[in-house]
């Protein structure tokens, strides 16, 4: 487990007290061979009530049905549905023969109204009836309205969450449309160490099942918290994040995931300082389901004492930065919804204005265009009263941002991807730092994607690459962009297809992690990405986009250091393809 410790200055003064941000950045680590994923004991709770007729049911079968297809025979599954009345379809059993459950889930049809408590009670029950705790044990419970039977109180209803919690059963919540009560799902998850998802369109259910199970399957760590204590003289001021604290005075943090950074922006005031000492210790613990006992690591803020005027000299850390900003931004997004609720609608709009100004004084951070765009939406939704998606969409980016990993931390893929692929000449002026080329080993000018870009830039493009002396497939190499109207160009190497055996997929992917590795290396906010891998090369457009929209997204949730990402498509049925994948995750 690696914890870093990003001080906003890497210094701290002799003559005067200075606030410090402190970025604590926790790196679950990527496994060195390939480990047996922990097993599964899972309690699907499924709304059937009458307002989920239609595509919601549809896509809702869908989801559960993707569900049972990833479990392994070692897993338990239950099925919960529930309207004015509780069933349990499935009672909890080995996934060892799906078939029956998957018939089962194609027998679900809405009807009636919304017992949610009762509903995720005799989820929870099935799970609890055989817990243990080296598995993963989970209720996912989906919703599109309001607890209107039974026990209705949000409060008493995360109570009980937080109890099975602690009995060692986390709750993950997925609320659905715009009825459905955000502050209710939203509370569960935060009191059963889960996840809380706001899916806009049923399409999205698929994507987000997909995101939840691999999340869990990838688990290194639960009952996560750290602790913070602050040493010689140091004032802890607050944790920016939105985080909940046990009685301990400890702050609970998500599950540890592989390969998937957790960022806690803590400020501290720091007295005057006479010599260097240790500022702050920070206590990381967790359990670990292959471990007996609870982990622990503890390591230490040390920083050079230095005059005032030598305190100027150092920079500001970027990174820092930006991470303190978002979590500023998100707290004025739920202030916002927190005004709305209260009929201030005009000192909302203010509020909102603010912020993204705020934002847009700070071009130099990758997030910040794509989150003054959300913010933007916002206003427009204030603006049109339409205060159900105004209040789900901003309370869902606050909690995302402030509560969970940067892998949720993303504003939203929808504003990262610049709102969809476009169908247009990646040589035009597109207000990107970057375009990528998919090129030959020689990084030549023939092909069509090459051969524009090469025409648009100008014969000293083809000198540079003619330098660089080649690239092999999967990797990437950079260049100034010359006459182009944007300053870097990304030489990417595609294989051929050929038909997907000979790890030609894996290749393509790894040809948007090398473009990312240099944009990042290179300090590039935004990239505009073609369809890599179709034309010549003859990847299918469908698989093409999938393996595009699957590895771009990955790296957008794993990382804030690229702000943006646009797909331009030269042809409409590839457009189409991609268009289509998109509309998948964003479920426009």
């Known amino acids: ?211 939840e199970l691999q999340g869990l399957m990838a688990t290194l760590g639960t009952n996560v918290t750290l602790g913070i204590e602050p040493q010689a003289g140091v004032e802890m001021v607050e944790v920016l994040n939105q985080l909940d604290v046990t009685p301990n005075g400890r702050f609970r943090l998500p599950n540890l995931v592989i390969s998937n950074p957790v960022d806690v922006v803590v400020r501290l005031k720091v007295p005057a300082m006479t010599e260097e000492v240790d500022l702050c210790y920070f206590r990381l613990s967790w359990n670990d389901p292959e471990q007996p006992q609870e982990q622990k690591i503890r390591v230490s803020l040390r920083l050079p004492v230095v005059s005032a005027a030598q305190l100027e000299e150092f920079p500001f850390n970027s990174e820092v930065r930006q991470q303190a900003i978002l979590m500023m931004t998100a707290r004025a997004k739920k202030e916002a919804v927190r005004l709305v609720d209260g009929g201030n609608y005009d000192r909302a709009s203010q509020l909102l204005q603010e912020t993204k100004q705020q934002l847009l004084n700070n071009p130099d951070l990758p997030m910040s265009a794509p989150e003054a765009e959300a913010i933007a939406d916002l206003e427009l939704q204030l603006k049109q009263r339409d205060y159900n998606t105004y209040r789900k969409t901003s309370t869902h980016q606050s909690y995302s941002r402030t509560t969970t990993t940067r892998s949720s931390g993303h504003v939203s893929l929808l504003y990262a991807y610049r709102k969809g692929p476009v169908l247009g000449n990646i040589t035009e002026n597109l207000g990107v730092d970057a375009i990528v080329n998919s090129c030959d080993r020689y990084l030549s000018n023939s092909g069509a994607i090459s051969s524009a870009i090469h025409q648009a830039a100008g014969p000293e493009l083809l000198e540079e690459c003619r330098r660089i002396g080649g690239c092999e497939e999967g990797e990437a190499k950079i260049t100034p962009g010359y006459n182009l109207p944007t300053p870097w160009v990304i030489h990417t190497v595609c294989p051929l297809w050929r038909g997907g055996s000979q790890g030609e997929e894996e290749l393509l992917a790894e040809c948007y992690w090398s473009c990312w590795e240099l944009a990042v290396q290179h300090s590039l906010r935004s990239m505009a990405f073609p369809a890599i891998g179709t034309g010549a090369m003859g990847f299918p457009p469908e698989r093409a986009a999938e393996i595009a929209f699957e590895q771009t997204s990955r790296f957008l949730l794993t990382s804030s250091a690229i702000g943006s990402i646009l797909f331009v498509c030269f042809d409409s049925d590839t457009h189409r393809c991609f268009q289509n994948e998109f509309l998948k995750i964003s479920g426009l």
């Open 1 to 211: 487990m690696d914890i870093q410790l990003i001080p906003l200055r890497a210094a701290v003064c002799s003559e005067r007290s200075t606030t410090l941000d402190v970025l604590v950045r926790i790196t679950p680590p990527a496994p060195e061979k390939t480990i047996e994923r922990p097993q599964l004991n899972l309690g699907l709770v499924i709304d059937r009530s009458g307002s989920m007729g239609g595509q919601k049911i549809e896509y809702a079968r869908q989801a559960a049905s993707y569900a049972i297809e990833q479990l392994l025979p070692s897993d338990r599954v239950s099925i919960t549905i529930y309207d004015n009345q509780i069933e349990t379809l499935v009672p909890s059993t080995l996934a060892t023969h799906k078939s029956p459950f998957l018939q089962q889930i194609q027998k679900i049809q809405a009807r009636g109204s919304t017992a949610l408590h009762a509903g995720w009670m005799q989820g929870g029950i099935q799970v609890s009836q055989h817990l243990n705790p080296e598995h993963l044990n989970r209720v996912i419970l989906l919703s599109d309205g309001l607890a209107n039977v039974g026990e209705t109180n949000p409060d008493v209803i995360a109570s009980d969450v937080n109890g099975l919690t602690k009995r060692g059963v986390s709750t993950t919540t997925m609320g659905i449309g715009n009825d459905y009560n955000e502050d209710l799902l939203e509370a569960m998850a935060r009191s059963g160490d889960g996840n809380y998802y706001y899916i806009q369109s049923p399409e999205q259910l698929p994507s987000i099942f997909q995101q």
